[in-house]
């Protein structure tokens, strides 16, 4: 439940004074502004979702191009309608699907030979205005001006409630559209089925980013229609067909503000499985179920309190939170059942329910660390959901998206996720079988897994990068693109093996693994200073320049060497000497953000966003780097860079992300910081001290325990920390660990406008 406080409420009035008491709900999702990221490059959308809900009914706005990922885009003026399934935040776009549309009038399908169509915009948009749009957790809402119909939405666990005021008009009615989805990816099979006159069910097989993306709809109206199926088939060149159209087009009359609802349920196991997931929204009662999102929001947003006068500094936080509570998605229906990697049909454990939408590569390295501080027991859910589709589907996913491998990115980073957890005390799963789990991930061989098929898939989850590092140590440039990247991230992954094999008693293992875990070395390049591409005979490849990058076609991923060069978090006293000594590596590291922030290249990776000099905040492979100034023994460099992130890369605004949020981790970044610490190794159970940007926070922790984070003397100017106190006693380095963390107490940090040698050696 959300947190309750006590208000005194003293009531004077001439001839009567008194003082009452009276208990009322802290609502935190006043502060949640979903808008926040819909513009720039941040690709969030928003709809009305419940946390980690199955079901992301938003508005969609276009189809095509890069920033089409989430279907919505603040600067668009049109609505195509409103589909059911949404990515937060990604660089790579899929679903969209059974969109809805109310209208009133001719229902136009098809575009008109004569008009010069915008492929963004279907046939049956609608003009809106920001001005008469709203949003904020669990609910939605805009005028439709084409229409003049009122849209509003909001959402269970895995069914959606729509509420549309019409205006009065003997031809209203709906539009849904199944063969619509975001990049109109591939239908395999579309089919629309009327029930009755108020209930429509279908089902959906499209290819895309997911490779068998299956999708099953029930949807009930609250008045009756009549209805029009509108479906055709396309004639291929090698004389096949394929679905074209598939549409329901639905009439009525309605009365002036008279308001039509519709419930509408899915699931990716069968129509059965979607009629039962309807059953959550008994009734009509729309702002009962609002208000239980608002509730369910609630308790999430209420584990952290954050002590500020600024309300946008508070709307940014609670909107960061916001963000890190969407993905992964619930992904077993109210039966417990569920399609699992290897296409079967499954029922989940008792009490541990499947999730899918699993961005690892990005997630791995502040979601997952947060998530085990306020919420370890829906962690471990997902540690859970990674373990059972290793165990379905033959290996660790590296994106998995609706039951399916995707083979996005590069590391096996479900790794560092379920090392951290395990090093941090979690002890939900069987840490053997974990073992199993990451070493299949961490080697080659001609064994495809189970449930993929073709050479894409496979050659992406099992890269004969693997073998390489496993018998030369490093990844050779001249066989696989990003092989510095790969090298790099197989090093740390494969050192968080090593913890693991540790901890079970694996002395053999362990070994292997730790010594994998320095092959970073092999990259080096003392002549330049950078991490270079090197080639099978053990030349460096020519000509370098470390300000170019060519996306997913150079050395790098989504970076260019500036940045790469110092993803080694696991070993950064290594990595000094490697430099040729600390004082030489704090130069390198002073130098990264100062240098010009040029990019240069064929194709410069759109990923490098956010620049300070060559630091690139908008993108995932720079966020643990500020924090080597602690390990370095120069933490007020790290206090002042973490200071002007936070104000310059985060803001209340579309635009308020520099980058895309990657279903949580940017945001993640965010809360972690604000409050004051960050984790930098996941696998290590340490935190780094920050800046603080409030002047108190406290985390509500299990077992009735909280921890608070005090900033004396806080202020814009006064971003240096002079002193720290843990539990009372003087903390002369700015590291604390996670034991710590969760049993409860205060870090007291007194703040200061000068850099201090607090921390410092």
């Given amino acids: ?62 189809i095509y191009e890069w920033d089409a990922c989430s279907g919505y885009y603040y600067a668009d003026s049109t609505i195509n309608g409103f589909s059911h399934t949404h990515l937060s935040g990604t660089g790579c776009a899929d679903l969209g699907d059974v969109l809805l549309m109310p209208t009133v009038g001719v229902q136009q399908i098809t575009t008109e030979e004569t008009a010069q169509p915008n492929k963004d915009i279907l046939p049956f948009a609608s003009a809106f205005s920001h001005e008469k749009e709203t949003a904020s957790p669990g609910y939605y809402s805009v005028f439709l001006d084409r229409y003049g119909v009122q849209a509003e939405l909001t959402a269970t666990n895995r069914a959606a409630l729509h509420r549309y005021t019409f205006p009065e008009s003997d031809d209203a009615g709906f539009i849904l559209d199944l063969d619509y989805s ?50 055709d088939s396309v004639l291929q060149k090698d004389g096949t067909r394929t679905p074209g159209q598939c549409k329901a087009l639905l009439k009525f009359k309605t009365q002036k503000d008279e ?24 009734g009509w009662d729309f702002e009962g179920t609002r208000a239980k999102a608002r509730d369910a929001w609630n308790s999430y947003l209420s584990k952290v309190d954050i002590q500020t006068e600024d309300e946008e500094k508070k709307r940014v936080f609670y909107t960061a939170m916001y963000h890190t509570a969407i993905s992964p998605a619930l992904f077993t229906d109210v039966d417990g059942r569920y399609r699992s990697l290897d296409r079967e049909i499954r029922t989940a454990q008792e009490g541990k329910p499947m999730y899918t939408i699993f961005s690892l590569w990005d997630t791995f390295r502040a979601l997952h660390p947060l998530l085990t501080i306020l919420e370890p027991e829906q962690n471990s859910l997902y540690i859970n959901s990674l373990l059972n589709q290793y165990q379905e589907g033959g290996i660790l996913p590296m994106w998995e998206l609706a039951g399916n491998y995707t083979g996005t990115m590069i590391g096996y980073n479900a790794v560092p996720v379920i090392v951290d957890a395990y090093m941090k005390g979690d002890r939900s799963f069987d840490a053997n079988l974990a073992l199993k789990a990451c070493l299949r991930s961490a080697e080659y061989d001609t064994i495809s897994p189970i449930a993929t098929t073709g050479y894409l898939i496979h050659n992406a989850l099992m890269p004969i990068s693997k073998y390489y590092k496993n018998t030369l140590g490093y990844v050779p440039c001249d066989e696989e693109w990003e092989s510095v990247a790969k090298g790099l991230e197989y090093a740390y992954d494969d050192w968080c093996i090593s913890l693991l094999a540790e901890a079970v008693g694996d002395t053999a293992t362990q070994r292997i693994y730790a010594r994998r875990g320095q092959n970073y070395r092999n990259y080096y390049d003392a002549g330049t200073g950078f991490m270079r591409g090197k080639d099978l005979k053990g030349n460096w490849r020519t000509p370098f320049n470390p300000y170019s990058s060519n996306h997913r076609s150079d050395d790098y991923c989504e970076g260019n060497a500036w940045q790469w060069t110092w993803f080694v978090p696991h070993d950064i006293e290594g990595l000094a000497e490697l430099m040729g000594g600390r004082e030489t590596m704090l130069a390198r590291l002073d130098t990264l953000f100062t240098a010009d922030s040029k990019l240069e290249g064929e194709l410069v990776s759109a990923d490098i966003s956010g620049l300070i000099g060559q630091y690139a905040h908008g993108n995932e492979p720079s966020h643990h780097i500020i924090y080597m100034y602690n390990t370095l023994g120069q933490p007020w460099k790290a206090q002042k860079l973490i200071d002007e992130v936070l104000h310059s890369q985060y803001f209340d605004a579309p635009n308020g992300l520099s980058g895309n949020e990657d279903c949580g981790q940017m945001s993640a970044w965010y809360v972690l910081n604000a409050m004051g610490f960050y984790q930098p190794c996941p696998g290590k159970p340490v935190y780094s001290i920050g800046r603080p940007l409030f002047n108190a926070v406290t985390i509500h922790l299990s077992g009735d325990k909280d921890f608070r984070i005090v900033a004396t003397n806080n202020s814009p100017e006064n971003k240096y920390i002079q002193s720290a106190t843990l539990n009372g006693k003087p903390l002369e380095k700015p590291f604390f660990s996670h034991d710590e963390l969760m049993e409860g107490g205060t870090l007291e940090l007194v703040m200061g406008s000068e850099p201090s040698q607090w921390g410092a050696f």
């Fill in 1 to 62: 439940m959300a947190q309750k406080q006590t208000i005194h409420l003293c009531v004077l009035a001439a001839l009567l004074a008194g003082c009452t008491t009276a208990s009322v709900e802290k609502d935190y999702t006043q502060y949640v502004n979903p808008f926040i990221g819909t513009g720039g490059h941040g690709h969030t959308y928003p709809g009305a979702v419940m946390p980690n809900g199955m079901i992301h009914p938003s508005p969609d706005t276009r």
């Fill in 259 to 282: 308001q039509v609802l519709v419930k509408v349920a899915l699931s990716a196991v069968d129509m059965e499985g979607a009629e039962k997931n309807l059953a959550e929204i008994s």
């Fill in 182 to 231: 975001i990049q109109a990816q591939r239908n395999r099979h579309l089919s629309i089925e009327v029930v009755n006159d108020s209930t429509l069910c279908g089902y959906k097989n499209t290819n895309g980013w997911a490779w068998r993306h299956d999708v099953y709809f029930y949807a009930v109206f609250s008045k009756p229609f009549t209805c029009t199926v509108v479906q």
